[in-house]
């Protein structure tokens, strides 16, 4: 919805947020800032993108 893009990087375990003006954060699979000029990122997102997956059925 906001136009952002968010891509897990594995190597570092972190989630790469980019919004539209092409600002860039690093993010916890929590939401938690870790570093980058953009500073908040929507928590579900990140979590989605970056959290466990389930298992197969």
Excluded: I, K, N
């Excluded at 954060?25 to 953009?38: A, I, K, Q, T, V």
């Amino acid at each position: 919805m906001s136009g952002a893009e968010y891509d897990f990087d594995p190597e570092q375990g972190l989630v790469r947020v980019v919004d539209r003006d092409g600002r860039e954060g690093f993010f916890h699979p929590d939401g938690r800032w870790h570093s980058g000029e953009l500073r908040f990122a929507d928590p579900q997102a990140c979590s989605w993108v970056a959290g466990p997956a389930l298992p197969a059925f």
